[in-house]
């Protein structure tokens, strides 16, 4: 940290010289104008950016040294993770047809990148999608809504003996991938941007809360994922009414945790966390029941029935993450 002393001039005014450094690598003159943001904890950002614009950061992904699609969509998916505003992809001419797939499948993927420009030895890839329209509140909203459907209907099919849902209850869990991707994205803009963050309507240092919870809420629905695959597993052979009661009630003991700990964070309620997580110690009992009861089932029927039983107490148990956190956030923004 550099130190400096403030001035009084002019028997009014207080001044404080800004580094030579910081002013020749921002290119600024005299009389130029500077902005300054004040934060409350007592901090003060002065930036070179005074009209609050985002900054358009690029991101060249050389395909030289890249052959495998799978690799490339991971490179590409960190890339728009980490906020990059344009994405470049440049090879050889002609680029493979697999690597030019996997770029297409990228946009399909994720929220805001679109192709603007396509020749044969590159592909300009650009976000479309302004942060401010997509605010943090809104995108846990519609994870909530997505992963608590995901989880029920796969309940659902399995009380119903009904598969025909379970492949389209699968297929959405790359819609909770793109919404928490984004949340991952937008947290890391935010944090590198404070104007960006007043304008979303929040504090940098919010950003990694709403990470986070988009990060437990994404577990949540991956187990909804393995709920539905293991209940196809069980429609096949067949489930006996006391097992099947035991998997409802703890499945809507864990749904009920998850749904009060989304509520405690938007309304921003201490006790209610508090109370999730006192309630949680009572989902264990529920689940050990669905395990001994898998115990009197014989071969995959035992197993699928026992992965089940892990999937709602490790939803229950994020949903505790969730209401921890929210006391965390809770605490510091009481200070």
Same mark, same amino acid.
């Given at each position: 940290?550099?130190?400096?002393?403030?001035?009084?001039?002019?028997?009014?005014?207080?001044?404080?010289?800004? /580094?030579?450094?910081?002013?020749?690598?921002? *290119?600024?003159?005299?009389?130029?104008?500077?902005?300054?943001?004040?934060?409350?904890?007592?901090?003060?950002?002065?930036? @070179?950016?005074? %009209?609050?614009?985002?900054?358009?950061?690029?991101?060249?992904?050389?395909? +030289?040294?890249?052959?495998?699609?799978?690799?490339?969509?991971?490179?590409?998916?960190?890339?728009?993770?980490? *906020?990059? @505003?344009?994405? %470049?992809?440049?090879?050889?001419?002609?680029? %493979?047809?697999?690597?030019?797939?996997?770029?297409?499948?990228?946009?399909?993927?994720?929220?805001? /990148?679109?192709?603007?420009? =396509?020749?044969?030895?590159?592909?300009?890839?650009?976000?479309?999608?302004?942060?401010?329209?997509? /605010?943090?509140?809104?995108? $846990?909203?519609?994870?909530?809504?997505?992963?608590?459907?995901?989880?029920?209907?796969?309940?659902?099919?399995?009380?119903?003996?009904?598969?025909?849902?379970?492949? =389209?209850?699968?297929?959405?869990?790359?819609?909770?991938?793109?919404?928490?991707?984004?949340?991952?994205?937008? +947290?890391?803009?935010?944090?590198?941007?404070?104007?960006?963050?007043?304008?979303?309507?929040?504090?940098?240092?919010?950003?990694?809360?709403?990470?986070?919870?988009?990060?437990?809420? %994404?577990?949540?629905?991956?187990?909804?994922?393995? $709920?539905?695959?293991?209940?196809?597993?069980?429609?096949?052979?067949? $489930?006996?009414?006391?097992?099947?009661?035991?998997?409802?009630?703890? +499945?809507?003991?864990?749904?009920?945790?998850?749904? =009060? @700990?989304?509520?405690?964070?938007?309304?921003?309620?201490?006790?209610?966390?508090?109370?999730?997580?006192?309630?949680?110690?009572?989902?264990? /009992?529920?689940?050990?029941? &669905?395990?001994?009861?898998?115990?009197?089932?014989?071969?995959?029927?035992?197993?699928?029935?026992?992965?089940?039983?892990? @999937?709602?107490?490790?939803?229950?148990?994020?949903?505790?993450?969730?209401?921890?956190?929210?006391?965390?956030?809770? &605490?510091?923004?009481?200070?």
């Amino acid at each position: 940290m550099e130190i400096r002393k403030v001035q009084m001039t002019g028997g009014s005014s207080y001044v404080v010289t800004l /580094p030579k450094e910081w002013i020749v690598s921002n *290119g600024i003159k005299k009389n130029d104008p500077v902005g300054m943001i004040p934060h409350p904890d007592g901090s003060l950002i002065v930036t @070179s950016n005074t %009209e609050g614009e985002k900054t358009h950061s690029s991101k060249t992904i050389d395909l +030289s040294i890249i052959d495998n699609p799978s690799y490339l969509l991971r490179i590409l998916l960190g890339s728009y993770i980490q *906020g990059y @505003s344009v994405i %470049e992809v440049r090879g050889h001419p002609p680029i %493979e047809p697999s690597l030019r797939d996997t770029v297409t499948d990228f946009t399909k993927l994720t929220i805001g /990148p679109e192709i603007i420009e =396509e020749d044969d030895r590159s592909i300009r890839i650009k976000d479309l999608l302004d942060p401010t329209e997509m /605010p943090f509140e809104n995108t $846990i909203k519609r994870l909530f809504i997505l992963i608590r459907a995901m989880h029920n209907d796969g309940i659902g099919a399995l009380k119903s003996g009904d598969p025909s849902d379970i492949a =389209e209850i699968i297929q959405r869990d790359d819609d909770v991938d793109r919404l928490h991707w984004l949340v991952a994205r937008q +947290s890391n803009i935010a944090m590198l941007d404070t104007q960006l963050a007043r304008r979303m309507g929040i504090k940098a240092v919010d950003a990694i809360y709403f990470f986070l919870i988009s990060r437990y809420m %994404e577990r949540i629905g991956d187990h909804a994922v393995a $709920i539905a695959g293991n209940a196809d597993v069980l429609i096949k052979g067949s $489930i006996r009414p006391a097992a099947l009661k035991n998997i409802e009630e703890a +499945s809507d003991f864990a749904m009920d945790l998850f749904t =009060e @700990s989304i509520n405690a964070w938007s309304k921003k309620d201490v006790r209610a966390a508090n109370m999730v997580l006192d309630k949680l110690k009572k989902l264990r /009992p529920l689940c050990e029941k &669905i395990n001994r009861n898998a115990m009197k089932m014989e071969g995959e029927f035992s197993i699928a029935e026992s992965y089940i039983a892990e @999937s709602i107490r490790r939803t229950g148990e994020y949903s505790g993450d969730i209401a921890e956190l929210t006391i965390n956030y809770l &605490i510091r923004e009481r200070e």
